[in-house]
C-alpha cells in the first residue's frame, strides 16, 4: 500500500464512495433546498456550479483532508517560491512568474527573474506597435499583412487556440496563420496563398531543433528565397522565440528579433512567455496583457483562498473523487461557445502529458489510476453525437460543462438557445429519466403494454452524471487567462495528490528521439536493420513506393 492509499482520509473517501454508490443526485437535491447555493465558489470572474456532483458535504470535508494530507499548501508554497519542484530534471517551475504583476521578486536559483520577464514583455509590446503601425516592413517596404506562426505542442496549441477563442478581440492590421503538422501540405497550403513580401515567419523553438517546426522554417524559408527574397532579407521577415541564439543568427535571423525562453517555463505553459508573440501580433499587445492580468489574478486566488472555497483545488478533488473512486477514466470538456472549441485540445495536451505518469516523484510505481484521458468539443454539437454515450453509457465521465453569459455581437434568441442547451444538458444528466417516467410517457401515447415496457427499458437514463457548470459574463482576454490558469492549477493540485513530477514528460522526449533515428533510417543514414522487424518493414515499405519519385 502506497503512503497515498494508506492516507487516513483516502480509507475514509473509499468507505463514503461504497455508501454513496447507490445513492442519487436527484434525492439529495429534493432533501436539500440549498445545495445549489452551497456548492458553488468563484474567482477571478468564473463561477463554479459543483452541486450536480456525486458528492456530500462529508465528502467534500475528506476530499480536502487527503489534499492537506499530501500537502498541497506547502507544494504550492515552493512552485511559486521558485523551487526546482521538477526534480527529474532539477528545474523550478515559473510559468506563473511570466503573469506576475505584482511588483514582488521571483527567484530562481537566488536570482530575481522579474527584470528579464518584464523585458520581454516590453521587447514584444514595441515589436507588436511596429509590425501594427507599418514601422516594420518587409525588404521591399511594404507593410505586414500576414504572420505565419510556426511551433508544435504546447509551442502551438496554446498561441492557435488562445487565439480562436479571442477572435472578437482581432487587431485588423495582421492575419496570423499556425502551422504545427510536419505534413508538407499544411506548410503549403498556408504559403501558397501569401505574399512573401508582406509575411512575416514566428519560428517558436527552444532549441532551434525541434523536428516538425525547424523542416516547416526550412520550408517557409526555402518559399521565402524561391519567391525572389534573398539570405539578407531574411532579418526582416523571420523572428524566433528561441534560446539557441548562434543557431537562430546562423538561419538569417537578427540577434535583436529573438526572443527568449527559459528552462523554468514548460513548453505546455509557455503561452504566457514570448512564445505568446503570435498572440500579441494577433490581437494587440494590450489584450494580451489583459490575458496575462487574468491567469494572475487566478493564481493570486489559487495562493490565499481556503481549500474549501478555492476554485482549482475543489475542481481538483472531484477529478481525484472520480479517477480514484468511481473508476472514472476520462473527463469530458464541453464549452458552449464557438470561439471557445479548441480548448478541450489545449486541456488535453496540459493534463495529460502532466499527469500521464505511472511513477511517483520518488520513482516509485503507483498502486492507483493517476491522469485521465482529457476530450471533448462544442456542447452542443456534441449533443447529437457523443452525449448519448455520458448520458446512458455504463460508466461514470465527469464533464465541465462552461458558457459565457454575453456574446459579441449577441442574438438574443441563439444564445438563449445555447444557454438553454448547457443547462439542460446538466440537468439531464444529473436527474435521468426512470423506468416509470419513461413508461407513463409511453402509455399517454397509447401503446399497449408489452411496447410500452419493451421501449421503457430503452428510453430509461440512469442520470446521477457528475457535472461542474462554469459560468463567466463574457469571453474577454482577462477570463480566458483566468480559465486557462484554473485548469494549470487544477493539473498541479491533481499531480501533488498523486504524488507525481507533473512538469516533465519523458514519453513525449523518447517518441522525438525514436523518431529522429526512424528518419535516419528512411533517408538511408542508418542501416534499417537496426529496428525492430515491424518497424523495419514499414520503413522499407516506405521507401519503396518513394524510390521511384
Known sequence: ????????????????????????MRDWFAADPARAERMQADAAGIFLDYSKNRVTDEVMTALMALARAQGLEAHRDAMFGGDAINNTENRAVLHTALRNFSGQPVPVGGEDVMPEVMATLDKIEAFTASVHSGEHTGYTGKRITDVVAIGIGGSFLGPKIMTEALKPYTHDAVKVHFV????????????????????????????????????????AKAWFLNAGGSQQDIARHFVAVSSNISAATEFGIAEENIFPMWD???????????????????????????????????????????????????????????????????????P??????????????LDMESNGKQVTQNGDPVD???GPIIWGSEGTNGQHSFHQLIHQGSGVIPADFMLPLTVPNQDDTHHAMLASNCFGQTQALMQGKTFEECYADLERQGLDEAERVRLAHHKTMPGNKPSNTLLFEQLDPFTLGALVALYEHKVFVQGV??????????????????????????????DSSEFDRSTEQLIARFRQSNAQR
Open 180 to 219: 504545427a503538422n510536419v505534413d508538407g501540405c499544411h506548410i503549403h497550403d498556408v504559403l501558397q496563398t501569401l505574399d512573401h513580401e508582406q509575411t512575416l515567419v514566428v519560428m517558436s523553438s527552444k532549441s532551434f531543433s525541434t523536428q516538425e517546426t525547424l523542416q516547416n522554417t526550412l520550408s
Open 1 to 24: 500500500m502506497s503512503k497515498l492509499t494508506s492516507q487516513p482520509a483516502w480509507q475514509d473517501l473509499s468507505q463514503l464512495a461504497a455508501t454513496l454508490k447507490d445513492q442519487h
Open 264 to 334: 523554468w517555463v514548460g513548453g505546455r505553459y509557455s503561452l504566457w512567455s514570448a512564445i505568446g508573440l503570435p498572440i500579441s501580433l494577433a490581437l494587440g499587445f494590450t489584450h494580451f496583457k489583459r490575458l496575462l492580468e487574468g491567469a494572475h489574478e487566478m493564481d493570486n486566488h489559487f495562493k490565499t483562498a481556503p481549500l474549501e472555497n478555492n476554485v482549482p483545488v475543489i475542481m481538483a478533488m472531484l477529478g481525484v473523487w472520480y479517477r480514484n473512486f468511481f473508476e472514472a477514466q476520462s473527463h469530458v470538456l464541453l
Open 497 to 526: 495528490v498523486w504524488q507525481l513530477n507533473s512538469f516533465d514528460q519523458w514519453g513525449v522526449e523518447l517518441g522525438k528521439v525514436l523518431g529522429n533515428q526512424v528518419l535516419d533510417g528512411i533517408t538511408g543514414k542508418r
Open 336 to 349: 458552449y461557445y464557438h470561439y471557445l472549441r479548441g480548448l478541450p485540445a489545449y486541456v488535453q495536451q
Open 368 to 370: 492507483y489510476p493517476t
